[in-house]
């Protein structure tokens, strides 16, 4: 079956970095993406990678290994409005979304 | 970002009532899903509508029906639902499907209690 793994919660620190992680077993790959979700608001879209290496965004950034089935998101800088479930997802071969059950992101002063 | 509007953003029913939820986006996108978001567990895919053709119907039961009038459009009709239907629902577009770089935009979603 399809599945795709990462940690339930996290808390972190406002100012620091913390990196979220996102392990995967897919029928294919299509390429992976990341959404933050703040709680009672819609999922909105981080980033996309497809190819092995570090895609950076400014404060966030996102890897991935192809041959290890994994990704991460490094947020760097943190901020309180940081603070929301970041949600990973994997396109397979028929370009259907697979998503993770999200982790939660708590920052504290 | 206002892209996708979806009302209402609360709804409360009982088993045996009949609802809608409406769905708008105005990205000019070709394709529009519905998804089930319950807590601690991943979006599930209800359906796909690609140029107002469903794609993707993941046994969804039929007491949820949808309806794509025209690609700006999307409904899901409700009827006799159960308990365990009470969840988050979002609606979601993309440009188009069948390709990789497809980011989906979604709406806030309906927030549905069944009593």
């Known amino acids: 079956g399809q599945n795709i793994d990462q940690p339930t919660e996290m808390t972190a620190t406002e100012g620091a970095i913390v990196q979220i992680n996102c392990t995967y077993q897919t029928s294919g790959f299509n390429g992976l993406f990341w959404y933050q979700q703040h709680a009672g608001e819609a999922p909105t879209f981080l980033s996309y990678?497809?190819l092995d290496g570090l895609e950076e965004k400014g404060r966030f950034s996102s890897f991935l290994s192809r041959s290890k089935g994994y990704s991460y998101l490094l947020l760097k800088e943190l901020q309180m409005k940081d603070s929301a479930s970041y949600l990973c997802a994997v396109m397979d071969s028929n370009y259907q979304l697979i998503w993770g059950a999200g982790t939660k992101l708590i920052i504290k002063p | 970002e206002t892209g996708v509007t979806q009302t209402p953003r609360h709804l409360v029913m009982g088993m045996t009532n009949k609802k809608s939820l409406k769905c708008e986006q105005h990205?000019?996108?070709?394709?529009m899903y519905w998804y089930k978001q319950s807590a601690k567990k991943p979006l599930e895919l209800m359906f796909v509508y690609s140029l107002e053709e469903r794609v993707e119907n993941n046994s969804v039961p039929s007491r949820f029906s949808p309806e794509c009038p025209n690609s700006s459009h999307l409904f899901l009709h409700l009827h006799t639902l159960q308990p365990e239907d009470s969840a988050l629902y979002l609606c979601a577009s993309s440009q188009d499907t069948g390709t990789g770089y497809q980011p989906q935009h979604f709406g806030d979603g309906t927030r549905l209690s069944i009593l």
């Open positions: 990205l000019g996108h070709n394709a």
């Open positions: 990678n497809v």
